[in-house]
């Protein structure tokens, strides 16, 4: 809640025209890579909802447990699906009382029970001050004040008396929210929400050395030190207008954010929505507070919102023309509608044989049988034979938005190259399978998850993008890890244009592929959007290499 709430609030939205922004999905990963099941699940449904439909939501302080959830679902006849509260920052029976804490998260298990999503926030005091403050005093003097340049330096720089101070902050909040994660609910945090906004001792810090280090330092303290890992990460900026800047300005980097919000107490302009879904990157975003609800032909031009959330003593006074409209708009999902799912994880290996898949090659090499089923897993064996042309073994199967994971395993002696291609396509004539197609090579590892595209036309690296085959190291990944005697994962999501690939945790690609994949030549050979499956043999190489574990899931 931003400190103009008291203000009345601006009527009538801007009417926009809709959106031209249609970036892609980013894959609905948490990026905390030790992300509890339920909270990866979480994500995927949030993923599932954007440009279909929204969640309802209701703020709650902390001290009175669930009362406006209760309220506007007594005005709207629907109860709200995301049940919100803080852990504040004064004290005795205060709305906004840390004594309220325990009794905030047993009602966040009750609430969960019930079925609500969970999300929770924190207007927490300056680390220069001992919570708890007093009401009114204590947020124009804590919450509301500033640090001075020294004392934000001193925050953000590790050993210092300051740093110290705001870890014990930290250290405070996290036993709760161990409580949800050991409760095994999933949480949508968004700390320092307002961030870009003037009037929050954390905000209005731009830089890499401003809000952005506050923010990764809470990652670092709360996701490796205390090990939650039922959080996901909401950053949370406010509209930008005259007090709160450009939203990139504060902007702490894609790898620490699973969903974008904007708080919004005046007109829905298009630029808060599109502006923020071209930061996202295709990432979920999420109206995080709200002060009144946005007209349903607002949302028609801003589709892309995936949950709203009503401030309390605001959003909840009156049941408005606009409450119900938006309440009963079949895209609007309040608790207990059903929510969507993302398609189940489905093997394509059956760990025995090879049944849906087949050998594609050309004629004098398909009875070489390169490809076997061996002890569980599926390996390719050319050691000692390099009289070959190009050899796939392909999935009969046609993807076009999918996730698969898979293990590969490479070996010392073997000096070949494989990959995995995708969204691909046999041309019998040709001898070839054109597509894409994520690289393995083990000799050299550092390219192993970077796309090349098997494409005839193409025939060149595409993310990074170079004119042909030839690939330095300096051009791959800044950081990869590959296990040269062990099981290596293997992650490839596909959605829409947006190609992105992880080697063990760790992302190597992650790019639109937009003007290649639907390329004339592409569009020619029915390649690029919608295709095969297939694990490559190199021509010519000797190549010893074995595949395990193969799933895949369906996105659309």
């Known amino acids: 809640m931003n400190s103009f709430f008291l203000l009345p609030l601006l009527a009538g939205a801007l009417l926009a025209q809709p959106s031209l922004l249609s970036p892609e999905p980013a894959p609905c990963v948490p990026v905390n890579p030790h992300a509890t099941p339920e909270a990866r699940a979480l994500l995927h449904t949030i993923c599932a909802l954007s440009g279909k439909q929204i969640l309802s939501g209701q703020h709650n302080f902390p001290n009175h447990r669930s009362r406006h959830s209760e309220r506007l679902a007594q005005l709207t006849g629907k109860h709200p699906y995301v049940w919100g509260s803080d852990f504040g920052f004064t004290g005795g ?22 079925g609500s999503i969970i999300t929770l926030m924190w207007h927490v005091v300056r680390p220069t001050d001992d919570e708890p403050v007093q009401p009114g005093i204590g947020w124009r003097q804590s919450v509301q004040n500033r640090l001075n340049d020294d004392e934000w330096a001193a925050l953000v720089t590790p050993g210092t008396a300051l740093n110290r101070r705001w870890l014990a902050q930290i250290d405070t909040i996290a036993p709760y929210l161990k409580r949800l994660q050991e409760a095994r609910i999933p949480v949508l945090w968004r700390p320092y929400h307002e961030n870009n906004g003037n009037w929050f001792w954390w905000g209005a810090r731009p830089g890499a050395n401003g809000f952005a280090a506050l923010w990764r330092m809470t990652y670092e303290r709360m996701v490796h030190f205390h090990r939650l890992d039922n959080l996901l990460w909401v950053w949370n900026p406010n509209a930008p207008n005259r007090n709160a800047g450009p939203y990139h300005e504060f902007h702490p980097g894609g790898e620490y954010v699973d969903v974008y919000a904007a708080d919004i107490y005046g ?8 502006e923020l879904l071209t930061l996202a990157k295709g990432k979920p975003i999420a109206l995080g507070e709200i002060g009144r609800p946005p007209t349903l032909e607002t949302l028609r031009s801003q589709p892309m919102w995936t949950w709203f959330m009503g401030w309390s003593d605001i959003f909840d006074r009156e049941a408005t ?18 929510l969507p799912q993302m398609g189940a994880w489905a093997a394509i290996f059956d760990g025995k044989t090879l049944n849906g898949w087949r050998v594609e090659a050309k004629p004098e090499d398909r009875g070489k049988e390169f490809w076997s089923v061996t002890d569980g897993v599926i390996q390719c064996d050319s050691l000692g034979r390099k009289d070959h042309d190009y050899v796939w073994l392909l999935h009969e199967r046609e993807y076009s938005d999918f996730e698969l994971r898979m293990q590969v395993r490479g070996f010392r002696d073997s000096p070949g190259n494989s990959g995995v291609q995708f ?6 004539q040709m001898g070839w399978l054109h597509g894409p197609q994520a690289d393995i090579h083990p000799p050299a590892p550092w390219r192993t998850g970077l796309i090349y595209d098997e494409t005839w036309e193409t025939r060149r690296w595409i993310a990074p993008s170079l004119k042909d085959w030839r690939i330095e190291p300096e051009q791959g990944p800044k950081r990869w890890n590959w296990d040269p005697r062990g099981w290596n994962d293997l992650h490839i999501i596909c959605l829409g244009t947006r190609i992105i690939t992880s080697v ?16 004339e030549a592409h569009r020619k050979r029915n390649v690029g959007m919608k295709g095969h499956i297939a694990l490559q043999l190199h021509s010519k190489d000797e190549l010893k290499i074995q595949f395990r574990n193969i799933e895949v899931r369906e996105l659309r």
């Open 504 to 519: 063990n945790g760790i992302r190597i690609t992650n790019e639109d592929l937009g003007a290649v994949l639907t390329d």
């Open 267 to 274: 007109p829905y302009d298009q630029s808060h929505h599109d």
């Open 321 to 338: 023309p606009e409450h119900l409209a938006l309440f009963n708009d079949p895209k609007t999902l309040s608790r207990g509608d059903k």
């Open 423 to 428: 969204r691909s396509r046999y041309d019998r």
């Open 93 to 114: 029976d205060d709305k906004d009382s840390i004594e309220g804490r325990d009794g905030m998260i047993a009602e966040a298990i009750r609430q969960h029970a019930a």
